[in-house]
Every structure is written in C-alpha cells, then in structure tokens.
C-alpha cells in the first residue's frame, strides 16, 4: 500500500501557457501533501505545504500566484504552474502524508513518481 | 535555519561497500532518513533513523548517526550495480510541525562492474 501518482508524467507545453499536474494518492488518505521541485543534479527544494481543505503554505521565494495549489480532497493535490516561462522547466516532485500519521511516528513520506515540465 | 550537505558523488566496484556521508544543521531533527532516486523516477525511502539512536541495521544497509557532530551516514554492504542511483539525505524539520523533510543535495553512486 502507500501509492502515490503524479500525472502527466512528462508535459511539454508554450511559453505562456498554463500546466497542471495532479498528485493523487491511491490507496490511503492524505491531509498534508508536500510540492518539490528538483533541478537537475540538484536537490529536492521543498515548494509549498499543502493541506487537504486550507490554503498551501509556500515557502520563502516561492511565487504563490505562479504555482497555484490546490488539495481538494483528500487523496488529489494539484499544482498548477501559471503563465509558464522556460526557467520553470524541472522535475515537480510531490509527496504525501497519511491521515492519521501523528508526528511522534517516523513520519515516513511516500512520492509520487515525478512530473517532467518542459517549456518551450 | 535548516541544511543539509552531502558529498555530490562517489564511484565504486561492484562487491566493495560504499558510504554516503550526510551533515545536517537542525539539532531538534527527530528523525533522519534516506532515500533513493533511480534515473526519472520518484523517491524511495530505503531506511530512517531515530536521534536517539546510534545505528541501524537492515539487512546491507548500516546507518549510523553521531548526534554531537550530527553527522549522519549510510553504509551499502556488498554493493551492486542495481544500487546505482542517487541518495539523499533528510532531516525532519519538526519546528514546523507538519513533518516536512529537508533533502541534502544527493550523492550519485555509480557502481562499476
């Protein structure tokens, strides 16, 4: 158990257009979804927090109006990258949280597959 | 603020063990992980540690933490060139309380046959 998907997998799109890309967890429920984006050969750099029926908390640097997140439910996140330019090619990465996971736990996180973003 | 610093890369033959070595700066981290990343493909958590712990073992996998110099490595017995990958580090940043994880940069093992 403990699936997550990401879709599309890979996208290529315009300059200027709008991407979304969906997080969904498969066999369990997730309050709290993480966004990442990850550039080649470098690390995963945390985006936002998304919280399943509130607002993301996005972190410092991060345009909120430009990378709109939504956690509708319980098992789907989205992330949707607005006005795209070709620096906001990458590798978008998100991961889950089960309900029910208390922070005493280990808190074990589990990622979707990742999502390619090419902008020409 | 919170960081987390790995080694970029590290090359060896097949059989031979490899260590990774991770530095985190968080010392309220509770818990530390690693994960591994095959080419174009998510995250997989390989193992974790608690910080009251010194070691953990699971079956090639040695993970040993020194907490006064939060130093935090991963030991690959017998290493195989299916663990070819990437490895990153995290720590749970817990200051924030909603489990979010700090990665470090992520060490490239390239196992040679």
């Known amino acids: 158990g403990a699936v997550v998907s990401q879709h599309p997998s890979r996208v290529i799109c315009k300059s200027g257009t709008s991407v979304k890309i969906e997080c969904r967890s498969l066999d369990f429920q997730a309050t709290t979804m993480f966004w990442y984006r990850q550039f080649p050969k470098q690390s995963l750099m945390l985006m936002a927090t998304?919280?399943?029926?509130?607002?993301?908390?996005?972190e410092q640097g991060v345009e909120k109006d430009k990378f709109l997140i939504n956690h509708a439910s319980l098992t789907l996140s989205t992330l949707t990258v607005t006005s795209a330019h070709p620096e906001d090619s990458s590798f978008y990465i998100c991961s889950a949280r089960k309900r029910g996971d208390q922070i005493s736990n280990t808190g074990e996180l589990f990622f979707g597959e990742g999502s390619r973003l090419t902008v020409l | 603020g919170e960081d987390v610093e790995q080694s970029l890369f590290l090359s060896v033959r097949e059989g031979d063990s490899s260590v990774i070595n991770c530095t985190y700066t968080?010392?309220?981290?509770?818990?530390l992980y690693w994960y591994k990343q095959e080419p174009g493909a998510g995250l997989q958590l390989l193992t974790y540690i608690f910080s009251n712990m010194d070691m953990k073992q699971d079956q090639r996998l040695t993970v040993l933490l020194n907490k006064k110099d939060k130093h935090l490595s991963l030991r690959i017995a017998d290493t195989q060139t299916g663990d070819s990958a990437i490895y990153f580090c995290a720590e749970r940043f817990d200051s924030s309380n909603t489990g979010k994880l700090i990665f470090g940069q992520g060490t490239t093992l390239q196992v040679k046959p």
């Open positions: 998304s919280n399943e029926g509130s607002k993301a908390t996005y």
């Open positions: 968080d010392s309220s981290s509770t818990y």
